[in-house]
């Protein structure tokens, strides 16, 4: 049932205010739009007005839906279609939007009741439908096509909010037939988490490409329900990833800031993971497919366009001309000629804002009196500022060495060279040809102690004081302790990485038999003291000699790590409402023992970019230290 927006909302006896024609930037009380339109003023978006041309559907009317409708409306989107086919109710009253008063009312039409009242320059639609149906499947498409039968769309985005697989689904095949650009969104069952993901038919993986776990086991989830028992909601959580699922939307409608194809959230840490989901080439859904196979064939001309879009925005910033080149004021920024020194901050650069000054206004005399023209200005100009800045450094350079002069060596004495535990040493690593800039391991008072004056331990006991003595003795401890330790703190990532290894294998043989306890205690160990995977992968990776295979191994590193936290199930059975059956378990343990597989296939491709010295060296001096 459709229902075109623009009643008042029951009970308010006030009138609604009258349609605006056309957006103003004017900030004055009566002006709705005043606050949108400062957008474009401050150059955030190019033409806020175009908003007023866009069309989104909105399936889903719960905690989201309801929200992202809302705040849609309040933004001035021009239409807006809404699909739920559940009505209001108190249970709801948890969440936002929808009131008491609309309980039995279907929540398309009371949302369209709300939305009227808040924005009545919105037109709404309003359709109370089961979309899983096969009715239902035909007439959500009939809604969004441009004309019966045309397989074109007549919106600018789909925004899934629906809290099934079922929906999605039809939602995800519904947008790959009408070839629509739609945003998925969804909240954990804990109310703790969710998530907004970008389906761009071709582009991006398509619902069926990476379908969820329980799906891709051949669970149905529907049987996962039990009679009495409902999810967890939060406004909160629900209201958040409402905002980052509108917010996408307006980049993606209006063409301003990053659109981001997938984005999580999870409350307990203030975690928002990114990433990019490539479609599967095997999706099951031979659409997906379809749309792949064509997204590939227009790359070339993508890639083009791309590219002159590029070339023109060089070119325009190019004769747009430097940002404030001049200003009343005659404020300049000026760098500073030095450090502080005699003639650092406070001289030079104190004269040269005086000449930057006086060949501006020669500039502007220049300018005003027509000559030269703007380009040869330009290159004067920092032909000028070029021999000015070499100036200076010359002058800089000789007040730094005179005071050195001046200061001369403590006492008279010749300079002392430099120690080789001077703080800014770059000292070869374990890996050869690797230098390194890096704090010193040990201090000037550090080596002092071990080189420095005092007693000796070539003198006999005899002849020292019992107080002599210890100082000797305590040295001999720390420089035996020094000797091993710091000789091995390279070595020990590689080699505790190595002993992770057999943890894991460890881990493959206690996950089929159930043995959570033992499970967890081993992981433990992986995870934190004494092998703390995560450092330890970190320290690993920096050691490598260059860039790339440093990133190689970061982004290894990572997937060993998220690997191995996946392996434990036990934290997911007890945030369950549902009884840990022999199906369930076989289920996860299914899924740990392959995370173990995982961590154990990826941790051996990162040991595998260590020098094979390196890990030789690592194994050997473990095996020989005490612990």
């Not at 989201?64 to 933004?75: F, N």
């Not at 379908?211 to 989830?221: F, K, N, Q, T, Y």
Request: proline letters at 4%; a negative charge; hydrophobic letters at 45%.
């Amino acid at each position: 049932m459709a229902q075109a927006g623009g009643q008042a909302a029951a009970g308010n006896t006030a009138a609604p205010r009258p349609k605006v024609d056309k957006l103003s930037s004017e900030v004055v009380d009566s002006n709705p739009y005043s606050r949108l339109m400062a957008l474009q003023r401050m150059g955030i978006v190019k033409d806020y007005e175009q908003i007023r041309n866009k069309t989104v559907a909105v399936v889903g009317m719960g905690g989201v839906g309801s929200v992202a409708a809302e705040m849609l409306t309040r933004c001035g989107i021009g239409r807006l279609l809404m699909y739920d086919y559940d009505k209001v109710e108190l249970a709801n009253m948890n969440r936002l939007f929808f009131r008491p008063e609309q309980c039995g009312m279907t929540k398309t039409d009371a949302a369209a009741q709300t939305l009227a009242g808040i924005n009545p320059d919105v037109a709404l639609e309003s359709y109370t439908m089961n979309i899983t149906t096969l009715e239902g499947f035909d007439a959500f498409k009939a809604t969004l096509e441009t004309a019966p039968g045309s397989g074109t769309s007549r919106v600018d985005l789909v925004l899934s909010c629906v809290d099934n697989y079922e929906a999605r689904m039809t939602i995800n095949q519904v947008c790959l037939e009408l070839n629509q650009t739609w945003m998925e969104s969804g909240v954990s069952e804990d109310a703790v988490s969710g998530h907004i993901q970008v389906v761009a038919p071709g582009e991006t993986a398509c619902f069926a490409c990476v379908p969820p776990l329980v799906v891709a086991s051949g669970i149905d989830e529907r049987t996962l329900k039990r009679e009495g028992v409902c999810a967890a909601s939060l406004p909160t959580t629900m209201g958040i990833v409402a905002g980052l699922l509108v917010q996408n939307s307006l980049k993606y409608l209006l063409h301003f800031g990053q659109v981001t194809q997938y984005l999580g959230y999870s409350s307990l840490k203030d975690f928002f993971p990114t990433m990019d989901i490539k479609p599967n080439t095997h999706c099951t859904n031979a659409l997906c497919r379809q749309r792949q196979a064509e997204w590939a064939v227009g790359a070339p001309a993508r890639e083009a366009a791309a590219a002159a879009a590029a070339a023109e925005a060089a070119a325009a910033e190019a004769a747009a001309g430097p940002l404030h080149e001049t200003n009343e004021w005659g404020i300049e920024v000026v760098a500073d000629a030095g450090t502080s020194g005699v003639a650092g901050r406070g001289g030079l650069a104190r004269r040269a804002a005086p000449l930057a000054a006086r060949r501006r206004r020669a500039v502007l005399l220049r300018a005003q009196q027509g000559e030269p023209g703007v380009s040869e200005d330009v290159i004067a100009r920092l032909r000028a500022a070029e021999e000015e800045a070499a100036r200076l450094k010359q002058e800089l350079a000789a007040a730094q060495a005179a005071a050195g002069a001046a200061a001369g060596a403590p006492g008279g004495d010749e300079a002392r060279p430099p120690r080789i535990d001077g703080g800014d040493l770059r000292r070869e690593t374990l890996f050869s040809g690797v230098d390194s800039k890096q704090r010193n391991w040990l201090s000037e008072s550090d080596v002092s102690f071990f080189t420095g004056g005092g007693p000796s331990e070539a003198v006999g006991a005899d002849g020292l004081s019992q107080e002599e003595q210890a100082v000797v003795q305590r040295r001999l401890i720390l420089g035996a302790v020094a000797a091993v330790g710091l000789g091995a703190f390279a070595l020990v990532p590689t080699g505790q990485l190595q002993l992770v290894q057999e943890l894991l294998a460890q881990a493959e043989q206690l996950v089929p038999d159930g043995d959570l306890p033992a499970l967890q205690s081993l992981l433990a160990r992986i995870l934190g003291e004494p092998n703390n995977l995560q450092q330890n992968l970190r320290d690993a990776a920096s050691c490598l000699p260059t860039t790339r295979e440093v990133e190689a191994a970061e982004a290894l590193g990572r997937d060993v790590y998220e690997y191995v936290r996946q392996i434990d199930y036990d934290q997911y059975f007890d945030s369950r409402a549902a009884a840990r059956d022999g199906r369930l378990m076989k289920q996860y343990v299914d899924f740990s023992l392959n995370s173990t597989k995982a961590a154990q296939a990826k941790l051996r491709e990162f040991l595998a970019l260590m020098p094979a010295e390196q890990r030789e060296a690592a194994a050997a001096q473990l095996a020989t230290l005490p612990f």
